[in-house]
Each structure stands twice: as C-alpha cells, then as structure tokens.
C-alpha cells in the first residue's frame, strides 16, 4: 500500500465565534491510501484546542502512512488499527480517525459496498442535521434563523457564554421567534459557572430549547454530572466526553454525550461508545469538526444511532471541495456508492 498526503485551506463563509475563540478558516489534511490501483481518502483538521496543527499532523500521518507498507492489504491494516495493534495509545484521536476513515473508504470501494454496510446498516442513513449560528448580533442571529428554516433546517445550534448572559438569552428569545418550529440546541462551550447554569436553565428551557452542551468548563464532570441531574434542560456532555472511560464515568448521569469522530478516535471508537451507553438513559449526539464533506462522510454513516445530528460542519465553509452527503437542505444522507461515497469537486492548491 502507498501513503500520499495534501494539505489544504477551508476558508469559512463568514468567521464563527464561539465563547472561546473565533475561526475563519482551518487547514485540513487529506490522507490518500492506495493498494491495486484503488483509493481511498481520510481527512484530519487542524485543532488549536487539541493542540493540533498543520505541521503536527502531517508529521504524524506521514509517520502511519509509512507504517502502511508493512500490511499485505487495508483489510488487515484496518483490523489492526480496530484492536490497538496498529497506532497505539500515543497517537492522537484525529489521526486514528483519518486514517480509519482512508481505510473504510478503501475496503469498501474494493468490497463494492458503502461504510455503512460495512458496519451492518442496509439502508443508507439519513439523519435532519442541526445548523449552528455562532455568537453573533441578535439581528444578524434572527436573519440566519429565518434563513435556516426557509432552507429546511429543522435544528439550529446557538453558540453561547457571551460575557454577558443576558445576550445568550435574548439571542434564543429572537431565534426561537425567528424559527419557531425549529428544535434548539445550545452550546456555550463550558463558559458558564454551576450558578449561571442554575440561573439561566430554566429561562432558557421556556423558549424552547432542547438541550444544551457542556454548560460547564471541563475538567469536573463531576459538577456537570451534578448539574445534569437537577437542569430542567437536557444537559449533553462535549469536552468532558473525550475517551470511552470519560463516557463511563458520565453514562446515566447526563443526558447526552457529544461524540466526534476526531475526538472519540473514529468510527469504532465511536461505536464503541453508542455500545457502552445503549440503555443506560444517556443518548448519543454525533458532532463534527468544521471540515470537508470528506471529513464529515464517515460520521454520516453512523447517523442513524444518533438521537441528535450535529453534522454541518461542511455548511459553514465558503467552498465545500468534496460532496456526496447533502446538508443544504437541513438533512444530511450516506452515500449509497461504495466506500465513504464522496468525491472531489474542485482543485485545491497545496498550502505552503
């Protein structure tokens, strides 16, 4: 098998605040996987909070398409990487993902079958996806909302933890009024303290809102578990639901687990965690990263175990240079194609 590696730039259509940070663009990494004249494509994107940037990855990913040559097939490398014999416990979530991701893209494109048959679904998933508006003017909040429901968007996520609180509410007040069929979610990326959680829940629970993401800064789920439990709002846990054990420790005491495929380490990592979950009262929330089609399609193929869908991250860019899972409609679907079903749409030039 051959390794070929690509970096390229996805500018978003406008920047994206959240409560920590605000993003205009990202670079992502394409990871090509080549055996008998087939190929398949994985993609990993920079991450400033998991301390991931261009150069690490395309050192690491370079490091693990090396290591390919030493397997006969992608059968056998993809069933290496399942059982931690291949990329150990020192490499980094999104790394495993990508290359996971290239690997079912390829076993399927030569299996003539797409990921999600290969993970025991028949029927192509298809999941309404959430579409999330960033902290934002509440006029500007208000046109989106509109916008979004026009388009189909039956879920909208609202990014939160403005230093002042009472704009967090307001902003849902407009866009509950804007969409008012719309389910929201909200997400204020851990920048609220236990009290402002208790103070503003309630508030928040009578305009609407469906559940809200780590309200909490992470590094106690204790406090998030304790908060969960008493939140007249679904509380889903995000930073704090990292590894299978951070989901053992929160199953049954929070309402959701937010579970990204670079975070969690892929697709069986992910499955792994539905596994662990299933029954104990808390629901599966598959997000993304802000990322290609190609990024987002293996996630798509797990969409329908999910209860909430948060796969847009492909709608904030100004130019999506791969498609094959939709989205613009407010629902995302599998690919029926063999592999991860998606393809290349433009030419992208290399970052230097």
């Keep these: 098998m051959k390794a070929t590696l690509r970096t390229v730039r996805l500018e978003l259509t406008e920047p994206l605040r959240i409560s920590r940070s605000t993003m205009t663009a990202r670079d992502a990494l394409w990871l090509t996987v080549e055996h008998d004249g087939v190929r398949g494509h994985g993609e990993a994107v920079t991450s400033v909070y998991y301390g991931l940037d261009a150069d690490t990855l395309g050192r690491l990913l370079t490091d693990v398409g090396t290591d390919l040559s030493r397997f006969p097939d992608p059968e056998n490398a993809l069933a290496a990487l399942r059982s931690g014999e291949w990329a150990g416990a020192g490499t980094p979530p999104a790394v495993t993902a990508a290359v996971e991701a290239a690997l079912l893209d390829l076993v399927g494109k030569r299996a003539g079958s797409p990921v999600h048959r290969l993970l025991g ?38 990014k939160a933890g403005t230093p002042d609180p009472e704009h967090d509410v307001e902003c849902v007040r407009v866009i509950h009024d804007a969409a008012p069929r719309a389910r929201l979610l909200l997400d204020p990326n851990g920048a609220w303290t236990v009290a402002q959680a208790e103070k503003l829940l ?12 780590q309200p909490l800064a992470p590094g106690d789920p204790e406090a998030l578990g304790a908060l969960a439990e008493r939140s007249p709002v679904p509380v889903i846990a995000d930073e704090d639901a990292v590894h299978l054990e951070d989901v053992r420790r929160l199953a049954g005491r929070v ?56 796969l847009d991250g492909h709608l904030l860019l100004a130019h999506d240079p791969w498609h094959g899972i939709g989205g613009e409609d407010g629902v995302v679907r ?7 079903g998606v393809q290349e749409v433009r030419a992208y030039e290399d970052v230097a």
Excluded at 150 to 158: D, L, N, R, T
């Design 121 to 158: 679904t028949r029927t192509p998933p298809v999941a309404a996806t959430a579409r999330t508006i960033g902290i934002t003017s509440l006029t500007h909040a208000a046109a989106q909302a509109r916008c979004l429901a026009e388009s189909g968007f039956e879920v909208i996520k609202i």
């Design 334 to 340: 599998a690919s029926a194609r063999p592999g991860l």
């Design 255 to 310: 309402q959701g687990v937010n579970v990204k495929l670079a975070k969690c380490g892929g697709v069986h990592a992910a499955l792994r965690i539905a596994e662990l979950i299933d029954g104990s009262g808390t629901e599966l929330m598959l997000g993304c990263l802000t990322a290609s089609s190609l990024g987002l399609a293996p996630a798509v193929h797990l969409a329908d175990r999910a209860r909430w869908a948060d």
């Design 202 to 213: 309630p508030r928040l629970s009578g305009l609407g809102v469906e559940a809200v993401e």
